[in-house]
């Protein structure tokens, strides 16, 4: 079970850091980008600095000023092995 932790922490880094490099390569401030997202100026600071409990509506928010939306990615082995009929 630690594996998924640490894929999990990674996955929150990663989107951390997508947001935070777009932001900044699009030259938003914080609260700008709080603006455009219609969220707090806070919640951007909290995703940009790897909260991993976060409201997925206001990531989807962010993610949309930049064109992007959460979405399932296939991992490369499943914690649990999910097969046809039982």
């Known amino acids: ?3 998924s932790v640490n894929e999990k922490n990674d996955s ?3 989107l951390a850091q997508f947001v935070r490099e777009r932001r ?3 030259n938003l401030k914080q609260v700008d980008l709080a603006l455009l997202a ?3 100026r806070r919640f951007v600071s909290e995703l940009e600095n790897s909260k991993s409990s976060l409201q997925m509506d ?3 928010a ?14 490369q082995k499943p914690d649990i092995e999910t097969g046809g009929d039982s």
């Open 12 to 14: 929150v880094v990663a």
């Open 38 to 40: 219609g969220v707090g």
């Open 24 to 26: 900044k390569a699009n």
């Open 1 to 3: 079970m630690k594996n």
């Open 58 to 60: 206001k990531v989807n």
């Open 62 to 75: 962010i993610l949309r000023v930049f064109g992007m939306q959460l979405g399932v990615i296939p991992r």
